[in-house]
């Protein structure tokens, strides 16, 4: 494991989210990823009891599929962005954006910054479709072979953990199964209809050990959060959840790109594994202190390396807690509470930032996890990522 | 598509880092990096050495030898019209014996023969008149 950094994420409960905003979540907007992304920030804006002119930040991360910061900011009409950035990046950002929009503040380029992600990613630039189809650079050695797109890069990691710890497609299943009992309570979620065990295993084989549902959708939308600090947010309309910590990073060789995996260590553990001691540090909890997780499921399989990497029980242990019923929304650490990546919707990750606030705040509805105190958030699947914990 | 014959896959573009293993494809030669400095190996290529930063770099012809690290089989062809003929097809993580891991095909044997650790030897496919791949069969 990489050495734990001389100070972790050091800004614990001095800064908090305040407003959260989304679009509908559709397979077709009929609009522009500047609409969807001018609409989810408003509605954060608007959420925190605030007006564009309140804003002086903005924030968002993108494959250049996104309306950039400067656009929205102008759509908006927010007069003086002293923060406007766009990280060409993945869902590995997903919380990035949220601990540079704290840092931002605590360095006094800016007071209140809104942070999100915006896509047509079923109408328009489809991520499951697979890089730029040229084999340059680091595709080069990958897509003349045919390994392409997100699943296949996925599922050699799957392969390989199976190799290591053995996985049944049960075991898959069972996350798939769980997120879309979870999705059918969320109101939000593209996907409600019941899926069974069997309905899993007769799904579609796409690439080996994956079938279709273990593949998250694609989808047209837009989620935004507002951050400022804590002082200011004492006095606003929501209750505020706090960012008690966080961290990015990945071990080493991350690659030359977010597909890239070549020289990655050992494919049966991704970045979270790397980066647990400076998350829990940086919020002064430990994995048991959790009350609901939203952890990032581009495919079933992120889940497992995540619940592993980050302490929630041992390394190849994550299928057997599974089906103990421990992720369940009644289980010793409800995941997924919307429905995450796989049935709720693919804003890229930052929708599991809006459902953990949703938790916090008790705004959750019938997928309520009851006395919901502490959050964790993650972001990303391979060599990088990031993550969160929130309390309200 | 311009015609049938056209080659539809993606081929790969040679940049200053990776033009001599391409060229050593061509030859029929599998050409990895070797650090003069601390001798280790390195795939993909680089301008310098990923264990030590040493830019003492030059090429050295990998055995052919490898095994299976990990492997995927890909039955939805995307896009589809380009792999609508190849699927089933295997792409595998291969680990030569020289260390370093290399994506390819495994081709000369079906799909579900693949394990872990099976022993794998490379083969060269010529896919258009300048590019010739390096895949991997059954040793």
């Known amino acids: 494991m990489a050495t734990a950094r001389r100070s972790a994420y050091a800004l614990k409960d001095k800064y908090a989210i305040v407003g959260i905003g989304t679009t509908d979540y559709s397979a077709n907007s009929g609009r522009t990823v500047r609409a969807l992304a001018i609409e989810a920030t408003a509605n954060a804006i608007a959420d925190a009891g605030l007006k564009p002119a309140d804003v002086d930040g903005i924030v968002s991360y993108n494959f250049n599929d996104s309306a950039p910061a400067i656009a929205v900011a102008t759509g908006l009409d927010i007069p003086n962005a002293g923060y406007a950035v766009d990280f060409l990046a993945g869902g590995n950002a997903a919380n990035l954006i949220v601990l540079s929009a704290a840092a931002a503040i605590e360095a006094g380029l800016a007071d209140v910054v809104v942070c999100y992600r915006a896509m047509n990613g079923r109408s328009g630039f489809r991520l499951g479709g697979g890089r730029e189809f040229r084999a340059l650079g680091p595709t080069q050695f990958t897509a003349p072979f045919g390994w392409i797109t997100y699943p296949q890069a996925m599922a050699m990691w799957c392969r390989r953990y199976q190799v290591e710890y053995g996985l049944t497609p049960e075991q898959l299943g069972n996350v798939a199964v769980t997120l879309r009992e979870n999705a059918s309570l969320n109101p939000r979620a593209m996907q409600r209809k019941p899926m069974s065990m069997e309905d899993y295993l007769a799904s579609r084989p796409i690439v080996d050990p994956f079938r279709m549902y273990d593949i998250c959708l694609e989808t047209d939308g837009a989620c935004a959060v507002v951050v400022t600090s804590a002082e200011r947010a004492r006095d606003m309309q929501q209750k505020p959840v706090y960012i008690m910590g966080g961290a990015y990073g990945g071990g080493p060789q991350q690659g030359d790109d977010l597909f890239d995996c070549i020289r990655w260590p050992d494919h049966s553990k991704n970045y979270s594994h790397y980066i647990a001691d400076d998350l829990w540090r940086s919020a002064g909890v430990t994995a048991g202190d959790v009350d609901v997780a939203e952890i990032y499921d581009c495919f079933t399989y992120s889940i497992l390396m995540q619940l592993e990497g980050l302490g929630f029980c041992g390394l190849g242990e994550a299928g057997g807690f599974i089906a103990d019923g421990h992720i369940r929304r009644d289980g010793k650490l409800p995941v997924n509470t919307h429905g995450g990546l796989l049935s709720e919707g693919y804003i890229h990750g930052f929708n599991h930032v809006i459902e953990a606030v949703e938790q916090l705040r008790g705004q959750s509805g019938p997928r309520q996890v009851p006395d919901a105190e502490i959050a964790l958030t993650t972001a990303g699947a391979m060599t990088c990522g990031s993550a969160m914990i929130l309390r309200r | ?139």
């Not at chain 2, 003069?36 to 003492?56: L, M, Y």
């Open chain 2, 1 to 139: 598509m311009s015609s049938p014959e056209a080659y539809a896959k993606p081929v790969p573009v040679p940049d200053p880092d990776s033009a001599p293993f391409w060229a050593g494809c061509r030859e029929g030669r599998l050409l990895i990096q070797h650090c003069d400095d601390c001798s280790s190996h390195q795939f993909p290529p680089s301008n310098v050495c990923a264990q030590c930063g040493s830019g003492r770099l030059g090429w050295h012809q990998a055995s052919g030898a490898g095994k299976v690290f990990s492997w995927i089989v890909v039955r939805h062809p995307v896009p589809k019209p380009v792999y609508a003929e190849d699927v089933p097809y295997v792409v595998a993580l291969v680990e030569l014996a020289e260390g370093v891991r290399m994506p390819s095909n495994i081709v000369g044997c079906a799909p579900e023969a693949v394990v872990a650790d099976m022993p794998l030897k490379v083969t060269f496919r010529q896919v258009s008149d300048e590019v010739v791949l390096p895949l991997f069969e059954p040793a």
